[in-house]
């Protein structure tokens, strides 16, 4: 059983400062996503990883993918007030039609 | 272009009633997907389809069908709601290439009481 599991699932932070999240998963999977999701909204895709090494960056968010450790991370640069959210993290077997999260991290981002 | 439709946005039940989630897609994609959210355990699959006429199971079906007749709509369907099936359901979908980047509707907000 495939499991995913993302630490921490609650983070408080100041605009400016750099953080992680960390997503680690049970078993082999042939893609990693990262989403976000605002309150009371929809989620909305951020990053597909693909492959080991794997790394995408747009504006203040950077992902990574090691597959061999079953991790992905979440880098957060000098963060500012528009980036608090939920952020989960998801992998698959067979594509995007089956997707296991993690809990998610819920951001906040305090001026 | 609208994306991923679901209706109702919310809706509220008695224990026993039936009703269906609606959902429908207009970017031609093959994969659909309906998940359920509920609070501290991220999203669960409850059922999905790879094409019309045909579905499979997700991690946690109990209580709940689908169908897929045509490639745009892929109705969930509660067949006698319970307090349990309280939660925010998400519908879902996706080509079937390398990126297969999932695009989700708004969410229903379903309370059974």
């Known amino acids: 059983e495939l499991k995913v599991e993302q630490n921490p699932l609650f983070l408080s932070m100041q605009e400016g400062k750099n953080y992680t999240i960390y997503c680690n998963y049970s078993t082999t999977s042939d893609r990693l996503y990262w989403y976000r999701q605002d309150p009371g909204k929809s989620l909305e895709s951020l990053f597909v990883l693909l492959s080991n090494g794997a790394v995408k960056q747009e504006g203040r968010l950077m992902a990574s993918l090691d597959t061999k450790a079953r991790l992905s991370t979440l880098h957060i640069t000098a963060a500012v007030h528009d980036l608090s959210a939920t952020y989960f993290c998801a992998v698959s077997f067979e594509g995007a039609q089956k997707l296991v999260f993690g809990q998610g991290t819920r951001l906040t981002i305090n001026p | 272009n609208a994306g991923v439709t679901q209706t109702p946005k919310f809706q509220v039940l008695k224990t026993g009633q039936s009703m269906t989630l609606q959902c429908a897609q207009d970017m031609n994609h093959e994969y659909m997907s309906w998940y359920r959210q509920d609070p501290g355990m991220g999203l669960r699959l409850i059922h999905y389809?790879?094409?019309?006429?045909?579905?499979d199971q997700g991690e946690v079906p109990n209580g709940y069908n689908v169908s897929r007749s045509t490639t745009e709509d892929f109705p969930l369907r509660l067949l006698s709601a319970a307090p349990s099936q309280t939660s925010v359901y998400f519908c879902a979908s996706s080509y079937t290439n390398s990126l297969g980047r999932a695009f989700f509707g708004q969410g229903t907000r379903l309370t059974v009481v």
């Open positions: 389809s790879v094409g019309a006429g045909i579905t």
